[in-house]
């Protein structure tokens, strides 16, 4: 029964960062994958990051798209899972949608792999 929700959505120029929250409540985040994805206008949903929990620590994946601009964290005292999204460009403007599912799994950029979805949060990047 845990819950979650969205939040850090913005305007922001060119060159700019902005960092998303997805918080959970109800249960330990801890427990799930976590998603990142993404969904532009005219273009399909797609997978932006997403981490996972093992043993020897967090397992995290990268969209090419984004692979070293943007970093998933998590924060487990806050029970919260970020996206920390640096250098952006018009391109990466979209609604942002935080996903999770229990445990791990296999193809944590594809959203069929997920049980639940945020409501999203917008991120616009304009000059």
């Known amino acids: 029964q845990l819950q979650f929700v969205e939040s850090g959505g913005g305007l922001v120029q060119p060159g700019g960062s902005l960092r998303l929250s997805c918080a959970a409540s109800?249960?330990?985040?801890?427990?799930?994958?976590i998603g990142w994805f993404r969904q532009a206008p005219g273009k399909e949903r797609e997978g932006v990051s997403c981490?996972?929990?093992?043993?020897?620590?967090?397992?995290?994946n990268y969209a090419d798209s984004v692979k070293g601009r943007f970093t998933i964290s998590r924060d487990n005292a806050k029970n919260t899972v970020y996206l920390q999204m640096n250098s952006l460009n018009p391109e990466d403007t979209a609604v942002y949608y935080c996903?999770?599912?229990?445990?791990?799994?296999?193809?944590?950029?594809?959203?069929?792999?997920?049980?639940?979805w945020g409501q999203g949060t917008q991120v616009t990047v304009s000059s």
């Open positions: 996903a999770i599912v229990p445990g791990v799994v296999r193809t944590c950029l594809s959203p069929p792999s997920y049980n639940r």
């Open positions: 109800g249960g330990v985040l801890d427990y799930y994958t």
């Open positions: 981490i996972s929990s093992r043993v020897s620590g967090s397992i995290t």
